[in-house]
Nanobody, 125 residues
Framework: QLQFVESGGDLVQPGGSLRLSCAAS????????VGWFRQAPGKVREGVSC????????EYADSVKGRFTIFRDIAQNSVHLEMNSLKPEDTGVYYC??????????????????WGQGTQVTVSS
């Protein structure tokens, strides 16, 4: 059974940092494109970042470029999202998702088939 477990969400002050983790079980995550999405209260879910299979091309939303970094941990079968210089507008529930095998990633939700349960990130003073 394909499954994700997300962790790392927390309450943090503006300017702070967090690392979100997405650990997979039941499949080799490195073979798949992985995306991080977030949903702020009252807003539609948006693609924040994604990484292609085997650490290929990476994409970031303009709103997080230069502040967020996505990377794989092969040994842990995980993908992480390092978030720095956090802003209140980064608040939301963050989800990771697995897309197509052996393919480039996309920040569009279509094509992602396995989703984590979400982890809450709150940026507030």
């Amino acid at each position: 059974q394909l499954q994700f477990v997300e962790s790392g969400g927390d309450l943090v002050q503006p300017g702070g940092s967090l690392r979100l983790s997405c650990a997979a079980s039941g499949f080799t995550l490195d073979y798949y494109a992985v995306g991080w999405f977030r949903q702020a209260p009252g807003k539609v879910r948006e693609g924040v970042s994604c990484i292609s299979f085997s650490s290929g091309p990476i994409e970031y939303a303009d709103s997080v470029k230069g502040r967020f970094t996505i990377f794989r941990d092969i040994a842990q079968n995980s993908v992480h999202l390092e978030m720095n210089s956090l802003k209140p507008e980064d608040t939301g529930v963050y989800y990771c998702a697995a897309g197509a095998a052996f393919s480039a990633c996309s920040r569009s939700e279509s094509g992602y088939h396995t989703w984590g349960q979400g982890t809450q990130v709150t940026v507030s003073s």
